[in-house]
Nanobody
Framework: VQLQASGGGLVQPGGSLRLSCAPSRSIFNLNAMGWYRQAPGAQRELVAT???????NYADSVKGRFTITRDNAKNTVNLQMNSLKPEDTAVYYC???????????WGQGTLVTVSS
């Protein structure tokens, strides 16, 4: 599965960005999709995930600010990021998981910079 991520950029604190991830197969053929991020010098961490059944999960640090959704018509999974903070600065990676076989796929990463 190939994942094409887009939507990163530079935004001021308090601003918004929307990330989009397009898989090379139907999102309904994937067990789950999500977003992870990696800040300089830090480990990659979970941001948000969404299962095919519609269950979402968020890191505590982004709850209430970020929303992960699925666009069935465009076959994309999106991450709406509001009230961005400088600590949200990181490379954001799209991820997809399959069950049979059990595999995890990664997109190329898109940089989000929150700075005044």
């Amino acid at each position: 599965v190939q994942l094409q991520a887009s939507g990163g950029g530079l935004v001021q604190p308090g601003g918004s960005l929307r990330l989009s991830c397009a898989p090379s197969r139907s999102i309904f053929n994937l067990n789950a999709m999500g977003w992870y991020r990696q800040a300089p010098g830090a480990q990659r961490e979970l941001v948000a995930t969404l299962t095919t059944g519609g269950t979402s999960n968020y890191a505590d640090s982004v709850k209430g600010r970020f929303t992960i959704t699925r666009d069935n018509a465009k076959n994309t999974v999106n991450l709406q990021m509001n009230s961005l903070k400088p600590e949200d600065t990181a490379v954001y990676y799209c991820n997809a998981k399959t069950v049979f076989p059990a595999r995890s796929y990664w997109g190329q990463g898109t940089l989000v910079t929150v700075s005044s």
